[in-house]
T-cell receptor
């Protein structure tokens, strides 16, 4: 089993759609969780951290389920500019090692 | 102002050569990293450094030798380059709290290495 697993997609959705990504992790001792966004031929950039209570930032909502060891990202009212690869990231206890998922590719079309 | 910078941006070289990639961060962070992203876009950690000390070495071949002359710099030297080393190499940094990194990592723009 991979340490961090994501559905690679691609997800092809129309503008305005709601889309959800899931990510599972294997190390129950992991301490912090994140979603990063990576545009084509660019570096990853933090989209949002994921907190146990769930958190929202505009059209984006992240959830963490420690018991089932998965995190999710919900994008509402998709925009063309949301087209990118979304990377799930899990920081192990101690903080010096972060494992990234392989990424989920999203295409939003007009 | 660029937060995390890498040079060069592109590197094309022959098998067997030795090359270096430089990374600098002006964020005042204590921890720096090297990642490798292969053709399948899988981003994999190679090394973590904290205050110039090596913390994590993810079973990287010893042809790869990182060096941190100070907290703001983490360079990567690669000896005897192989075809399989072709990838994008990202440097990153993060802030510490209580002696350990927390929260987000800031990535450099990447160095696209092609070994012929």
């Amino acid at each position: 089993r991979k340490e961090v697993e994501q559905d690679p997609g691609p997800f092809n959705v129309p503008e305005g759609a709601t889309v959800a990504f899931n990510c599972t992790y294997s190390n129950s001792a992991s301490q912090s969780f994140f979603w990063y966004r990576q545009d084509c031929r660019k570096e990853p950039k933090l989209l949002m951290s994921v907190y146990s209570s769930g958190n929202e930032d505009g059209r984006f909502t992240a959830q963490l389920n420690r018991a089932s060891q998965y995190i999710s990202l919900l994008i509402r009212d998709s925009k063309l500019s949301d087209s990118a690869t979304y990377l799930c990231a899990v920081m192990e206890a101690g903080g010096f090692k972060t494992i990234f998922g392989a990424g989920t590719r999203l295409f939003v079309k007009a | 102002d660029t937060a995390v910078s890498q040079t060069p941006k592109y590197l094309v070289t022959q098998m067997g050569n030795d090359k270096s990639i430089k990374c600098e961060q002006n964020l005042g962070h204590d921890t720096m990293y090297w990642y490798k992203q292969d053709s399948k876009k899988f981003l994999k950690i190679m090394f973590s450094y904290n205050n110039k000390e090596l913390i994590i070495n993810e079973t990287v071949p010893n042809r790869f030798s990182p060096k941190s002359p100070d907290k703001a710099h983490l360079n990567l030297h690669i000896n005897s380059l192989e075809l399989g080393d072709s990838a994008v190499y990202f440097c990153a940094s993060s802030q510490d709290r209580g002696g350990a990194p927390y929260n987000e990592q800031f990535f450099g723009p990447g160095t696209r290495l092609t070994v012929l």
